[in-house]
């Protein structure tokens, strides 16, 4: 494909920018369908005259129909949107970032997606669509899974499409004081319902005393059940999230925020906070896995994207045993960015 994309380039450059305006179209009124072209043309902040032109390429060509209500993807757009993405991917030279990220941070493999989830929730939903077509490859026989929480975690649950009514999903950690629908018990129920498969519940906050756990973990038989599944888990799936703004998620207090500051954190996953060289320098009080439990898991999915979380994301990598990172081209820019920079600093 690099050479029909080198020849493009030689000989119509001018294909690739439309190429990637229909593509950006096309997976758009796939996740916001039936929808209007007024309240696309916003989304894509492109002018209604410009749209409606792309958009009528696409219904010729079979790859959108209208309705009353708005526009949809056909069958045919949707069975053509995987192959166009690899071809976006392959002009933006995605490929070789994938190669030279997952070469640089030790990783089987890499997903770079077309995007920035920071400013685009169907970028978001891609991420999603990935990472979860991607676990669907593995659930097999009586797979245990622990997912964590997290709005990119509930994005993964949500598009799970394969069955399997042998898994096991189970929360990788006690829960954070957030959204329902973002809790890992809550991403671990939708999962599960969405393959077909079971769950359990763990039902411990974060931030508890030593003595409180020590007592739960001695007394609820229901918690120590949880704990003992997690501890045989196949598979872990789980987000990143920058220190700021978990710090706030969890009311940290001001005193404890400016430790993690000054120790350098920028990046958390599964309650512990991670450094750009790796260090774990903070681990919040809760019953589950650790990044350093990672290391006796066969398959560890980490899922998070955006520019604003690349620092975030490498501190995290950096900091525990991963094989794959599902994540979009504007974090991954920003981690080539800042390797470099660690290289040459």
């Not at 169907?122 to 797979?143: I, M, P, S, W």
């Not at 975690?153 to 898994?167: E, R, S, T, W």
């Not at 950096?318 to 599902?326: F, T």
């Amino acid at each position: 494909m690099r050479n029909v994309i080198e020849l493009q380039r030689k000989i119509a450059p001018e294909l690739a920018e439309i190429i990637e305006c229909r593509y950006e179209v096309l997976r758009h009124i796939r996740y916001a369908q039936p929808v209007g072209r007024r309240a696309l043309a916003a989304q894509l902040a492109m002018s209604e005259r410009t749209l409606r032109a792309q958009v009528e390429f696409l219904r010729e060509a079979g790859l959108v129909h209208f309705s009353p209500l708005g526009m949809e993807v056909s069958e045919a757009g949707a069975a053509l949107l995987p192959d166009l993405t690899e071809y976006v991917k392959a002009l933006r030279g995605i490929a070789v970032q994938e190669e030279e990220l997952a070469k640089r941070l030790g990783l089987k493999r890499v997903l770079i997606l077309p995007g920035d989830a920071d400013c685009d929730e169907t970028a978001k939903r891609e991420l999603g669509r990935a990472a979860a077509n991607f676990l669907g490859e593995f659930l097999v026989d009586e797979k245990i899974v622990a997912v964590s929480g997290g709005s990119m975690m509930a994005a993964v649950a949500d598009q799970m499409a394969v069955k399997a009514p042998g898994v096991l999903v189970v929360p990788a950690r006690g829960g954070l004081g957030d959204r329902l629908e973002y809790q890992a018990n809550s991403v671990a129920a939708v999962m599960a319902q969405r393959v077909g498969g079971s769950y359990r519940q763990l039902y411990v906050p974060d931030s508890l005393s030593e003595e409180t756990l020590a007592g739960i973990l001695a007394e609820d038989d229901q918690v120590k059940a949880v704990v003992n599944i997690l501890q045989r888990a196949d598979i872990v799936v789980h987000g990143v999230g920058e220190m700021t703004k978990m710090a706030q998620r969890r009311r940290m207090k001001e005193s404890q925020f400016k430790k993690l500051t000054d120790s350098g954190a920028v990046g958390e996953a599964l309650g512990q906070y991670c450094a750009l060289d790796g260090r774990v320098v903070y681990v919040t009080k809760s019953v589950g896995l650790l990044l350093h439990d990672l290391s006796g898991i066969s398959l560890v999915i980490a899922v998070a994207g955006g520019a604003s979380k690349a620092e975030a994301i490498l501190a995290v990598m950096r900091a525990g045993r991963q094989h794959v990172l599902v994540t979009d081209e504007a974090a991954a820019r920003g981690m080539l960015q800042k390797l470099d920079e660690l290289d040459a600093g």
